[in-house]
């Protein structure tokens, strides 16, 4: 793999030229502590001034390998050419004119892609807005006008938003819900087949996890009140939890047969993240409706709720939108997304990411004992950071391994409901010596983490709830 795409001049190496972070980003710190709400955190204390194909430059001029693509966002990289060309040209003609007033080619064309690219050979339709949470939001207005029912269920572990409708189909309190209730009404929340943390062992998950999924829909929620089944097929923020194969299918099943409209969210799952164009490929699922975002853009702010056609059109004229959803220039980028994942064949970019990671995570895991699961796929892969000898959650060895990382140059984020999981996202783009460089600075930040103190004794508590 070589370097595929960075931004003209943007030299594709890890080069720390002060500590992390420099004068100039503890300057614009002090800005933002004064200017910025508190409520908005950043992962990393340095300010970006470039970046592109697998590295992000900073304004102190030290330049980080990047295992986050802005939260699984710039898969083509952060200035990927044909993103650049496109959307300059877009901003040339016109910035916006309001689909709802003077529409415009390119909203059609990404919903032509929309049709092409996911699953399922039936007739498709699209509507686009600005961010996963609104897709999603949408994808449940559009199922209930359909089905002429409210209830939404979601799962234990899953990520939806922060709106009010996606706080309440989001899992985790804290940080996404604390202090902002109240919560949407009608929103149920079942298991989902996590193996690692299944308490009668992986192999029982699927089966499991579904019967009991599905005992509680039927008979707390009455599957005739369901208008929709919402999730990811690799839950994203709730700690790059692959469901149990065979749990899937059996919920869509459920779905079909109960006249409910099944809904992945594949907001951080799609777009070749996971090597095929959407993770719900890999068991042959084909969802009612799909939410899309991040990935689809190169970093633009664009999103979509996809489905069939005659889903898509339950709700009324006039009943879907928004004053820039679709954005031309988002559009535009959003072709240039496509033609480049195209292009570069970054389904089996992913695929190679996986097999580098997780061929040297595996390495890894023989040497260091906290690494309790390695899972994922394609270039969404996770370890899950345990106490030694035990699957007790071990969230300081993963805030500390991860502020490591930073300060060594690499760029890595954390999930998990337990806060547990170190995930790793690099764009597609990234050249391969660049890819390992950043698995031998985890390596290296995982020597020093292995002290006694952290290596502590299991603490003999129950596992958590699956
Ligand atoms: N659905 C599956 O992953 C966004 C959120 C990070 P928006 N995930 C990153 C944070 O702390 O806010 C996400 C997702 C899935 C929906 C969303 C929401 O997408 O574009 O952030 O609204």
């Not at 899992?171 to 009608?186: D, R, T």
Request: aromatic share 6%; charged share 20%.
């Amino acid at each position: 793999m070589t370097e595929l795409s960075g931004g003209p001049g943007l030299p594709q190496e890890r080069r720390l030229v002060t500590a992390i972070p420099g004068t100039k980003s503890q300057e614009l710190l002090a800005r933002k502590g004064a200017a910025v709400a508190a409520g908005v955190g950043s992962v990393l204390p340095v300010f970006a001034a470039r970046a592109g194909g697998g590295v992000i430059e900073d304004v102190d001029g030290n330049s980080l390998i990047d295992f986050g693509s802005g939260i699984a966002v710039t898969s083509v990289g952060s200035s990927a050419e044909a993103v650049v060309r496109r959307a300059s040209a877009q901003l040339t003609d016109f910035t916006h004119t309001c689909f709802m007033v003077t529409p415009y080619e390119g909203y059609i064309a990404i919903c032509e892609e929309l049709a092409e690219l996911t699953p399922g050979d039936h007739a498709k339709k699209s509507a686009l807005f600005n961010s996963g949470a609104e897709a999603v939001e949408n994808a449940v207005k559009i199922a209930r006008a359909y089905t002429k029912r409210q209830a939404v269920v979601v799962f234990d572990h899953g990520y939806h938003g922060r709106t009010n409708l996606t706080m309440a189909l989001t899992a985790k309190n804290m940080p996404y819900k604390h202090s902002f209730g109240p919560f949407a009404p009608e929103v149920y929340r079942v298991p989902v087949a996590y193996p690692y943390r299944w308490l009668n062992g992986a192999e029982n998950c699927a089966d499991e996890a579904a019967a009991q999924a599905i005992d509680m829909i039927s008979k707390q929620v009455g599957a005739e009140n369901v208008a929709a089944i919402v999730i990811e097929p690799v839950l994203g923020e709730g700690g790059f939890i692959e469901p149990a194969k065979g749990f899937l299918p059996k919920i869509v099943e459920f779905a079909r047969d109960n006249g409910i409209v099944f809904v992945a969210d594949e907001i951080q799952s799609g777009f070749c993240r996971t090597g095929q164009w959407f993770a719900c490929e890999d068991e042959g699922i084909v969802p009612d409706l799909i939410t899309t975002a991040k990935g689809i853009a190169g970093g633009l702010p664009l999103a979509a709720v996809t489905g069939r056609a005659e889903i898509m059109d339950a709700a009324h004229s006039g009943g879907l939108g928004g004053t820039y959803g679709g954005n031309p220039v988002a559009c535009a980028a959003a072709l240039g997304s496509i033609e480049t994942m195209r292009e570069l064949d970054l389904n089996a970019k992913a695929k190679r990411i996986e097999e580098v990671m997780k061929g040297r995570l595996s390495a890894m895991q023989e040497k260091f004992e906290i690494i309790g699961d390695i899972r994922g796929r394609g270039a969404m892969i996770a370890i899950e950071l345990v106490q030694p000898g035990s699957k007790e959650p071990n969230p300081s060895a993963t805030g500390a391994l991860a502020k490591a990382c930073h300060a060594a140059g690499l760029v890595v984020l954390t999930c998990g409901t337990y806060g547990n999981v170190l995930r790793f996202l690099p764009p597609l783009v990234i050249g391969e010596d660049l890819l390992n460089e950043g698995l031998d600075i985890l390596e290296d930040v995982f020597r020093p983490a292995l002290t006694p103190s952290t290596r502590a004794r299991p603490v003999a508590r129950p596992a958590p709830r699956t």
